[in-house]
């Protein structure tokens, strides 16, 4: 298929005021200024983006509307649980895809909550489909971990640890360091297979994390929480991503010397515990001025999936370039989940996930027309 005359934003660094897009088995093979021949699909000028990435939701994970029949997001049973994997929870049927999808976003990296310190494992999905295995960008997506009040509160009612922030640090210092042991089994069963361990799920996850094959997404909201999860990355050797960050606007110095990842939100959302109480919509525009490469979240079902665009245009009202914006909603957010190579941009050789819209993609009175994925019409029409 052929799409003309659209004014298309790449986030590569080009818009194109009259572009080109031309899809084939479902990935881009030419985006720019050249018409390609053909039948062609006539955008009337109307604005090109790449899909949205949501690069941390709850989605499918917290049904809509179905209370705890649909809570299956956090096995608040044992403190770590890194074996569980969000595909065993996550309903592709669940009416918060669809309205994703009608929102333009395209991609979601959904998973385990934080009331375990290690959660489980993320899943970077399409919005679109009816089955899990149909959806998957990458599985895999990372390790969720958290730090903080949640599991504190989870186990301390539960008369187990951790009670405290110690404890949380020594549980996950103690499930790495096991870790490390089978790793050092498994090398030496692959010189002799009779010293191979018995097959332990929890300890593969823990594994890929410490080989970096993913990333750790580590749930820190306090300026000492986040501190303690940068010092564990160290510690093992980590790829992570800081999730939330709330109070990451007190330590900038810090986390651009540590040259932290961040995934930041969500921003729209009340001060519902302690941990909270710095939160601010003008924090992107601080990371911004700071020269800390960011993506935003919805955390849903926090923020509904659908105002993750809302999200970006309630950043720019607070002082947050809309260039920033834009890529703290595409590229950034594929970026920190590792999936830029099929996502987050328009590009050849990368998905044909792309959505038109009405007017500017940041003004709140604009609409979504239409939105494809995998070069298909999902949502809306031309």
Known sequence: MIFKNGRIWTMEGDIFESGCIE????????????????????????????GFVDAHCHVGMWENGMADE????????????????????????????????????TTVVTG???????????VALKTHGRRVEDMIVKEPQALKIALGENPKRVYKDQEKAPATRMATAALLREAFVEAQE?????????????????????????????ERKIPVKAHAHRADDIMTALR?????GLDMTIEHCTEGALILDVLK????????????????????????????????????????????????????????????RQGLSEEAALRAITIHGAEMAGIADRV?????????????????PLDFRTKVIAVYVNGKLAAGEL
């Open 112 to 122: 385990p909550g934080s009331a375990n310190v290690i959660g489980g494992r993320f």
């Open 344 to 360: 987050g941009s328009l590009k050849a050789g990368k998905d044909a996930d792309f959505t038109v819209f009405s007017g500017h």
């Open 182 to 210: 089978y790793q050092r089994k498994l090398e030496l069963g692959n010189a002799d297979p009779e010293k191979l361990p018995d097959r332990d799920l929890k300890m593969e996850t823990l594994v890929l994390a410490l």
């Open 232 to 236: 564990i990355a160290r510690e093992f």
């Open 70 to 105: 649909g809570d299956d997001g956090n096995e608040a049973t044992d403190p770590v649980t890194p074996h569980l994997r969000a595909i065993d929870a996550i309903n592709p049927l669940d009416q918060s895809f669809r309205e994703a999808l009608e929102a333009g976003v």
């Open 23 to 50: 899809v084939k088995d479902g990935r881009i093979a030419y985006v720019g200024e050249e018409e390609k021949a053909g039948e062609a699909v006539d955008l009337k000028g109307k604005w090109v983006l790449p």
């Open 257 to 316: 010397e540590e040259h932290a990842r961040v995934i930041l939100g969500p921003i729209i959302c009340d001060r519902g515990k302690v941990e909270l109480r710095h939160l601010s919509d003008g924090n992107p525009a601080l990371f911004e001025k700071a020269g800390i490469k960011f993506a935003l979240m919805t955390d849903h079902p926090v923020t509904p999936i659908q105002y993750l665009p809302l999200c970006a245009l309630v950043a720019v």
